[in-house]
């Protein structure tokens, strides 16, 4: 069986009436529509869970490795084995309070970008293979330009940021094993 993943983002935080949304990517298509938590085809239910990050935002998921790493202001980490149950990662020592603006597993590692787009805190990259212990890239390339997000394939992360920039990094050479 497949399995498939989203974070759904209600950005008015109004769940009353109708929505539609649709979600297309070379991996898949989704359209959910119908009231909150209604199964209006019988076929999709989306259940509220807590994420264990207490900030506004939460900014990216990703699965890899047995578990889910999700990220969002504040420096704000959790992780869950099951989606379900969230545990908060206490201190990632890498980006404080900057938002963490994206994660991307792939090459059995996970790596977070953000920053908080001010003088010397705008570039933030992490690593880690548990999803817990997190070590900071020192050297991202990205100067002094913000980083936003990260997905991984062909034995690379492929890492995206203002201004348009773009920055490949591969597994064996950037991110170190």
């Known amino acids: ?20 949304k649709t979600a297309t990517s070379n991996v898949a298509a989704v359209t959910v529509t ?66 963490i603006r994206g994660v991307a597993y792939g090459g059995d590692k996970f790596v977070a970008v953000g920053g908080t787009r001010k003088a010397g805190d705008s570039n933030k990259m992490a690593w880690s293979t548990d999803g817990i212990t997190w070590t900071a890239v020192s050297n991202s390339t990205f100067g002094a330009y913000g980083i936003n997000g990260a997905t991984y394939g062909g034995d690379k992360f492929v890492v995206v940021g203002d201004k348009g920039k773009m920055r490949i990094l591969r597994t064996e050479e950037t991110v170190p094993r």
């Open 1 to 20: 069986m497949v399995y498939y993943y989203a974070i759904v983002t209600n950005t008015n935080n109004n769940v009353e009436g109708t929505k539609v």
């Open 34 to 99: 119908g009231a909150s938590g209604d199964k209006p085809d019988g076929s999709l239910k989306w259940n509220a869970i807590g994420s264990r990050i207490n900030s506004d935002a939460i900014y990216g998921v990703a699965y890899g490795g047995g578990r889910f790493v999700a990220v969002g202001a504040e420096g704000e980490m959790s992780w869950s084995t099951d989606g379900v149950a969230w545990t908060a990662v206490t201190d990632s020592g890498v980006f404080g309070e900057s938002v």
